[in-house]
């Protein structure tokens, strides 16, 4: 059973950080690429951050470019989502997904597999 296990979401002040986490398990990820979206209330599902398990071919969203980082730690078997600076708009349910056999993937129709997500609040 594949599962995608979120965490590390919280409530933060603006111009504050957080790290989120997913968890992978269930099958193997060596070929896949691994995706952050988010979802705020009312608002279109907007893809994050994405990677190559092994590494690299990073992609983000303009909203977050220069500010988040994604990372993998292949041992872990976990992707990492690194939050500087953040802003109010940040705040939506953030969410790991796997696209199987892709180099890069941007889209939602590209994620095969998703967790259930965390929230993540930023206050003014």
């Known amino acids: 059973q594949v599962q995608l296990v979120e965490s590390g979401g919280g409530l933060v002040q603006a111009g504050g950080s957080l790290r989120l986490s997913c968890a992978a398990s269930?099958?193997?990820?060596?070929?896949?690429?691994m995706g952050w979206f988010r979802q705020a209330p009312g608002k279109e599902r907007e893809f994050v951050a994405g990677?190559?398990?092994?590494?690299?071919?990073?992609a983000y969203g303009d909203s977050v470019k220069g500010r988040f980082t994604i990372s993998t730690d292949n041992g872990k078997n976990t992707v990492y989502l690194q939050m500087n600076s953040l802003k109010p708009e940040d705040t939506a349910v953030y969410s790991c997904?796997?696209?199987?056999?892709?180099?890069?993937?941007?889209?939602?129709?590209?994620?095969?597999?998703w967790g259930q997500g965390t929230q993540v609040t930023v206050s003014s």
């Open positions: 269930g099958r193997t990820f060596r070929n896949d690429y």
């Open positions: 997904a796997a696209a199987p056999g892709v180099g890069v993937a941007v889209r939602k129709y590209q994620y095969h597999y």
């Open positions: 990677i190559l398990w092994s590494g690299g071919s990073t």
